[in-house]
């Protein structure tokens, strides 16, 4: 496909993003942990370099208010090394003045029904937006039950529905992982998950089950608390959640809540026109913009029995 092609599809569109900013620190490698976050800014970034006369791009980040919305988006996202060459091309002051014209932060969480937006903000994005992009994940392995539910499960159902109020909408993009394939091995086919799958052979996974288990748990965890550590209670959930993961077959709540996503996605969408796109493992930047571009810690360790899936992420 011609890629002035696909830059044209931007023209004069609006966007809402989520998941710029990831939700990890630093320091966590590379490799699984920030995909999510490094795809939509590789996202943003391209975007604005190859069709400036994209319309508005939102930008949904977690935070109190619209002024931290806004810091958290220039300090983690549009500083970032990664729009040197934007800031070359334009110069400081033009590029700045881009940045306020096309990017507009928004202040919400996608583990809440319409994002935690106000009603009039919605209505508003409901009559402007033209392509979703759900970026936003947590991707820790050994992550609460609670927490990856709301963020990984229930996250995906509401930026269904969120799109779904969209009048003009062309897409909604999903960003999954290959991982909801769990350890699955030879050649496995591109195909949605269907609600109730499991990768374990006889068991039928129920996710309204598992939102009331991990209710039910935190309230038992809250009334024996008495003297206990907030700590204990935080280490229970971490259990939990692998314990259900490894109980259907899955690897970790990462690859297990990820793929409980996709099933609810694929309930609700109707017709709503979709994408799910399933990274592996990312490397840096290959030449676009510039070669060797990759944020935070990396590494690869390597074996004589370590087969490596990677991809370069400004090929995605």
């Given at each position: ?272 026109p979709v994408v799910i796109i399933r990274p592996t493992m990312v490397t840096s930047t290959y030449q676009d913009p510039f070669p060797g571009w990759i944020e935070g810690a990396r590494y690869i360790y390597n074996s004589q029995d370590l087969y490596l899936s990677a991809i370069d992420i400004s090929m995605v």
């Open positions: 496909m011609d890629p002035s092609a696909v830059a044209g599809c931007f023209r004069d569109k609006t966007i809402l993003v989520t998941g710029s900013t990831g939700f990890l620190g630093k320091c966590m490698p590379i490799y699984i942990h920030k995909i999510h976050a490094i795809y939509v800014i590789l996202l943003v970034e391209k975007i604005l370099r190859v069709q400036p006369d994209v319309k508005r791009l939102y930008l949904l980040v977690r935070a109190p208010d619209a002024v931290s919305a806004e810091q958290r988006v220039l300090s983690q996202v549009l500083e970032k090394d990664l729009f040197n060459t934007l800031r070359e091309k334009h110069g400081l002051t033009h590029f700045e003045r881009l940045v306020k014209q096309k990017i507009v932060p928004l202040a919400g969480d996608t583990g809440f029904h319409n994002f935690g937006l106000d009603g009039p903000t919605v209505e508003a994005l409901c009559e402007e937006i033209d392509v979703v992009v759900n970026g936003a994940a947590t991707t820790n392995f050994y992550e609460r039950y609670d927490v990856a539910l709301a963020s990984n499960v229930l996250g995906a159902k509401y930026g269904c529905e969120f799109a779904k109020k969209c009048r003009n909408l062309k897409l909604l993009l999903h960003v999954s992982t290959a991982f909801v394939a769990g350890t699955q091995e030879g050649l496995l086919l591109e195909k949605a998950l269907q609600m109730g799958e499991s990768l374990r052979q006889g068991y039928h996974l129920d996710i309204e089950t598992e939102l009331r288990l991990v209710e039910k748990v935190k309230t038992e965890l809250a009334a024996a608390k008495s003297g206990s550590s907030d700590q204990s209670e935080k280490t229970a959930l971490k259990e939990l959640g692998f314990n259900r993961a490894s109980h259907f077959g899955w690897p970790n709540v990462y690859a297990f809540t990820k793929a409980m996503g996709e099933m609810l996605l694929e309930q609700h969408r109707e017709d709503l």
